[in-house]
C-alpha cells in the first residue's frame, strides 16, 4: 500500500452547486498534482475540465441525470452524449430512484441499458449510482446489483452524496457509503462490476475501510486531506 494506491482510488468530487468556475480549476490542479484516478466535475464544465487535465493521467469524468435521477431517458442518453463529446470518459448516472421504489425493473433495465450504449459509442466507462439512503430494503439494491451484473456495466456506486432523507425531527440527513450496502453490493454484483463508495468517505481510514470491502473506487471531496494522511502514514 503506498499513497499512489490511494490516489489512483479516488474520483475527485468537483459537483457542489456552489462551486465557481475558478474553484472548478482549482480542483483540476489539485487533482493534477496528486494523480488521482479522475475527476467528476459539474456537467457543463467537462470542456474545460479536459483542457485542465490534458497531459496528465487523470480522467474526466461527469454525472448524468444528477443528483436525484428524474430526467426521461431521451434526455440522459443525449446528455451522456454530450459529455462524451466535451471530453468526458467517465460516466456517473442516477437511476430513476421512484421507478425503482416502484419496482418497474423492466424500465430501469430499459434506462441503464440506454445509456450504458452511448458510453460503450464512445469507449467511455459506466457507473451506475443506486442512492441506497432512498431504499428501504435491501431487495432494492439487490435487483439493481443484478441488472448492472447482466448488462456488464463497470461499476455500481453508492450514492451522490446529496441524497438527504428527511428525519422524524425535520431535519435533513444521509448516510452516504454503509459497510452494510458495501457489502451488499460487493456479494450481489458480478465480479466484473467494480464497486464505488460516494458520501460519508472523508480520512484514510475511511478509505482503507471500505477498500478492504471490495470498494475500488471513492468519489471524495476531501482528496488532499486524505492524501496528505497518507503522506504522512505510508512514507514515516
Not at 474553484?23 to 484516478?37: F, M, P, Q, S
Not at 464544465?45 to 443528483?67: C, E, H, N, Y
Not at 433495465?109 to 459509442?121: D, H, K, P, T, W
Amino acid at each position: 500500500m503506498n499513497v499512489q494506491d490511494i490516489a489512483k482510488m479516488i474520483d475527485h468530487s468537483l459537483l457542489h452547486p456552489t462551486l465557481t468556475d475558478a474553484e472548478l480549476e482549482a480542483g483540476c490542479a489539485l487533482a493534477r498534482k496528486w494523480d488521482v484516478a479522475s475527476v467528476c466535475i459539474k456537467p457543463y464544465a467537462v470542456r474545460q475540465a479536459a483542457a485542465w487535465l490534458g497531459g496528465s493521467d487523470v480522467l474526466t469524468g461527469t454525472v448524468i441525470g444528477f443528483p436525484h435521477g428524474n430526467s426521461d431517458l431521451s434526455v440522459k442518453t443525449a446528455e451522456t452524449g454530450q459529455a462524451c463529446s466535451d471530453g468526458a470518459v467517465e460516466i456517473d448516472m442516477v437511476v430513476n430512484i421512484g421507478r425503482v421504489l416502484g419496482e418497474d425493473w423492466d424500465f430501469i433495465e430499459r434506462e441503464i441499458a440506454g445509456v450504458l450504449n452511448v458510453c460503450r459509442s464512445h469507449e467511455a466507462v459506466l457507473k451506475v449510482i443506486f442512492e441506497n439512503d432512498y431504499l428501504p430494503g435491501d431487495r432494492f439494491k439487490i435487483r439493481l446489483c443484478e441488472i448492472c451484473s447482466d448488462l456488464k456495466v463497470d461499476y455500481a456506486k453508492t450514492s451522490t452524496g446529496y441524497g438527504f432523507v428527511k428525519m422524524p425531527d425535520g431535519k435533513y440527513a444521509y448516510r452516504g457509503a454503509t459497510d452494510h450496502d458495501l457489502k451488499l453490493m460487493r456479494k450481489h454484483c458480478h465480479p466484473d462490476v467494480r464497486i464505488k463508495a460516494a458520501g460519508g468517505v472523508r480520512t484514510l481510514d475511511d478509505v482503507l475501510r471500505v477498500r478492504a470491502l471490495g470498494v475500488t473506487r471513492i468519489g471524495a471531496s476531501a482528496t488532499e486531506s486524505i492524501l496528505e494522511e497518507a503522506v504522512r502514514r505510508f512514507q514515516d
